[in-house]
């Protein structure tokens, strides 16, 4: 169980982290009355926002490998899920999102905006602020929906491969009790993953108009607020 614990306490901290990038700037919005960022501030939170935002993803990818691996492969479980792994995988999934992040900012400097623009948003989003430019995003939109594409539909397929080996290992235990006791290790992960994916969802079905709707706004709040401060209590309660 030491991986999991170990892959708990990064998504821990990366929730926290994911947070930080818009509630502190929302409440001080809240409490002044000011709703004002400046583009160096804009373009900081944007970058800070992508990274948490894709290593949730890619960690909630790693940890549906470790409970396949912890079900479906007991007996190899701790020889393959190593310390080792656990730190590589870590690393590659920070190195994936810093590099992802990075490009996506430098992609946005190319761009120019309107003085004194209004984004109609509660944080920088990335596919807002390319709406609000004033010169040519074409080939930011190509790369925004590529590369977001990939890093979204990649870890969903390992995902959804990693549990449907886990439904089948578990409709070929006999007992109910086994299929429970099988099933109830990796009930948190699938309730946080549908979670996110979810909330992850509305965002993605609600950002296609320029001035987002209420809807919108609730699902924004969702995936960058909720969702992150529920992950440790889904967790704990298990």
Not at 80 to 109: A, E
Not at 221 to 232: G, H, W
Request: net charge neutral.
């Amino acid at each position: 169980a030491l991986p999991m614990y170990f892959l708990l306490s990064n998504l821990s901290f990366v929730d926290i982290c994911f947070t930080s990038t818009t509630v502190p700037k929302m409440l001080v919005n809240m409490q002044t009355q000011s709703k004002v960022i400046t583009y160096e501030g804009c373009l900081t939170q944007m970058y800070f926002f992508l990274v948490f935002a894709e290593l949730d993803n890619l960690l909630l990818t790693v940890m549906a490998y470790d409970r396949f691996l912890a079900i479906c492969h007991p007996l190899h479980y701790t020889a393959i899920m190593n310390p080792h792994l656990c730190s590589l995988l870590l690393l590659l999934s920070w190195l994936i999102c810093l590099t992802y992040s990075l490009l996506q900012s430098l992609m946005v400097l190319r761009v120019s905006f309107c003085q004194e623009t209004e984004i109609p948003h509660f944080f920088c989003e990335l596919a807002q602020m390319l709406k609000l430019a004033c010169s040519d995003t074409l080939v930011n939109n190509i790369l925004q929906y590529c590369v977001t594409g990939l890093l979204g539909v990649i870890p969903l397929t390992g995902i959804l491969f990693s549990y449907s080996r886990i439904i089948s290992s578990i409709m070929g235990i006999s007992s109910a009790g086994g299929k429970y006791k099988v099933f109830s290790t990796c009930g948190s992960h699938l309730s946080v993953v549908s979670l996110f994916y979810g909330a992850g969802l509305g965002v993605y079905l609600t950002s296609g108009t320029a001035h987002p709707s209420r809807k919108g706004s609730i699902a924004s709040v969702m995936y960058t607020v909720v969702t992150p401060m529920l992950n440790p209590l889904i967790y704990t309660l298990r």
